[in-house]
C-alpha cells in the first residue's frame, strides 16, 4: 500500500519549465516503480515519463522525449517530473502512479493498468 500526492502545478508560458513532486507515504517508497502521465479534457490519459524502483532506469514518452525529466529521492519519498521547453500542447492534469515491480523500464511502463496507486493530479497550464 502507498499513497500518492502531486504538487508543483500551475500557469506558464511556452518556453518556461516547472517541476512537478509526487510525495509517497509510509516508508516502503524504494519497493514501487513510478511512472508519470497525463490527461487533457475529452482526451485519454497519456503516458509521460517512467523511472525504475532502482538503479535509475527511465523511460520517456516521445512527445517529451529530450525535454523532460523524472527522477527521485529516495530519503524525501518523492519522484519529481523536470518539465522544460514547455509548450501549449503539454497542457494537462498530470497524474503520477506506483507498481511494485523492479528491475529496467520499457515499453511496458507505458501501459496504465500495469500501475497499481494513482495520485490526485495536479493541472498544468502552458499559455501561447
Known amino acids: 500500500q502507498v499513497q500518492l500526492v502531486e504538487s508543483g502545478g500551475g500557469l506558464v508560458q511556452a518556453g518556461g519549465s516547472l517541476r512537478l513532486s509526487c510525495a509517497a507515504s509510509g516508508r516502503t517508497f524504494s519497493t514501487y516503480a513510478m511512472g508519470w502521465f497525463r490527461q487533457a479534457p475529452g482526451k485519454e490519459r497519456e503516458f509521460v515519463a517512467a523511472h525504475s524502483r532502482s538503479g535509475g532506469s527511465t523511460y520517456y514518452a516521445d512527445s517529451v522525449k529530450g525535454r523532460f525529466a523524472i527522477s527521485r529521492v529516495y530519503a524525501k519519498n518523492t519522484v519529481y517530473l523536470q518539465m522544460n521547453s514547455l509548450k501549449p500542447e503539454d497542457t494537462a492534469v498530470y497524474y503520477c502512479?506506483?507498481?511494485?515491480?523492479?528491475?529496467?523500464?520499457?515499453?511496458?511502463?507505458?501501459?496504465?493498468?500495469?500501475?497499481?496507486?494513482w495520485g490526485q493530479g495536479t493541472q498544468v497550464t502552458v499559455s501561447s
Open positions: 502512479a506506483a507498481r511494485p515491480v523492479a528491475g529496467w523500464v520499457s515499453k511496458r511502463a507505458s501501459i496504465p493498468g500495469e500501475y497499481d496507486y
